[in-house]
Nanobody, 120 residues
Framework: QVQLVESGGGSVQGGGSLRLSCAAS????????VSWFRQLPGKEREWLAT????????RYSEAVKGRFTISRDNAKNTVYLQMNNLEPADTAVYYC?????????????WGQGTQVTVSS
């Protein structure tokens, strides 16, 4: 069992930055690839970025490439999502999940989500 807890969300003006954290605990929690997603009410969860458990492989969606950076600190069992140049369209609940790829049905472990609100 792996537990994931997101933090770092909040309200920011357009053009601002936030850093989200995804703290993992439980069985071999640092050995999983981790992905970030976001979700709007009534919409499907949208894949944003994935980092391998070593940090050596990183992928981004086109929607966030160049603005968001995913990283991890395995000594702290934490994965980060640095979000720069935020836009109102980035407003959503952000989730981290233990796994790879955009297919949410492949993920066994999710955090509870953290709200990000970007105002214009």
């Amino acid at each position: 069992q792996v537990q994931l807890v997101e933090s770092g969300g909040g309200s920011v003006q357009g053009g601002g930055s936030l850093r989200l954290s995804c703290a993992a605990s439980g069985r071999t929690s640092s050995s999983y690839p981790v992905s970030w997603f976001r979700q709007l009410p009534g919409k499907e969860r949208e894949w944003l970025a994935t980092i391998s458990w070593t940090g050596g492989t990183i992928r981004y969606s086109e929607a966030v490439k160049g603005r968001f950076t995913i990283s991890r600190d395995n000594a702290k069992n934490t994965v980060y999502l640095q979000m720069n140049n935020l836009e109102p369209a980035d407003t959503a609940v952000y989730y981290c999940g233990a796994g790879i790829g955009a297919d949410t049905s492949a993920y066994d472990y999710w955090g509870q989500g953290t709200q990000v609100t970007v105002s214009s």
